[in-house]
């Protein structure tokens, strides 16, 4: 782009700047921060390690991951994951192998490796801190909405 058409833009930002609300505007996730500053958010840095495999809460959920992953090197020459997630490498880690989707391409091909769109792992599979929900969060999984049903319908007989 070159400075002459460049310089409209910067403008436009301008203009866009100065219309925007300073106050008023209260984000949970940002507190009263106002949108065009950056805010401080607290570091994570303490990521739940217990071991303990959490429930899933629906079908194609990717699992959560149970124990720290800071430093798992992951890029073109290795794959730390894999190290002892692959198929190969279980009898080693103990860890859960990943399951056959992983190695299906998009076009539904199996492959003999770990597919390039599952490569990522942290695309889909994140660590848990224990921290406080910044909003309320009234999700029930199928089975608690089944059991919940069942209950109502069991009282109503009564
Ligand atoms: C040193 C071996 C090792 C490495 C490296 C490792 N894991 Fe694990 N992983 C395990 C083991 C063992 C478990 C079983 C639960 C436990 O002991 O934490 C597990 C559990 C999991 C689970 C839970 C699966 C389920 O069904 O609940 C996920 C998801 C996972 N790991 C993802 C990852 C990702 C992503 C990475 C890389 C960033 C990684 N792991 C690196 C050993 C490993
Ligand atoms: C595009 C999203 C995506 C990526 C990338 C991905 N996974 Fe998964 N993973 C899933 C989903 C969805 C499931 C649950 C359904 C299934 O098995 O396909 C799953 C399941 C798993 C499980 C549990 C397997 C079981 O039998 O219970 C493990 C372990 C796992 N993934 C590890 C990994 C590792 C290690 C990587 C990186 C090499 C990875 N995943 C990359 C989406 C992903």
Same mark, same amino acid.
Request: proline letters at 10%; glycine letters at 6%; aromatic letters at 6%.
């Given at each position: ?32 921060? @106002? *949108?065009?500053? @950056? ?5 994570? +840095? ?8 959490? @429930? ?5 959920? @990717?699992?959560? *991951?149970?124990?720290?992953?800071? +430093? ?23 860890? *859960? ?6 190695? *299906?391409?998009?076009? +539904? ?50």
């Amino acid at each position: 782009m070159t400075p002459r058409t460049l310089l409209p833009l910067l403008g436009l930002l301008a203009a866009f700047a100065w219309a925007q609300p300073s106050g008023g505007l209260v984000d949970a996730a940002r507190g009263p921060v @106002p *949108i065009l500053q @950056p805010t401080d958010p607290p570091r994570l +840095g303490n990521a739940i390690n217990d071991d303990v495999r959490r @429930p899933r809460n629906y079908d194609m959920q @990717p699992p959560t *991951i149970p124990h720290r992953v800071d +430093g798992y090197q992951i890029d073109r020459n290795f794959n730390k994951c894999l190290d002892c997630h692959a198929r190969t490498r279980t009898d080693f880690s103990q860890a *859960i192998p990943v399951s056959p989707t992983h190695y *299906i391409d998009r076009s +539904g091909k199996v492959l003999p490796q770990i597919s390039t769109r599952r490569y990522f792992c942290m695309q889909c599979h994140v660590a848990q801190d224990a921290v406080q929900p910044l909003v309320g969060n009234g999700f029930e999984n199928a089975d608690q909405i089944a059991r919940r049903a069942a209950e109502a319908a069991q009282a109503g007989k009564k």
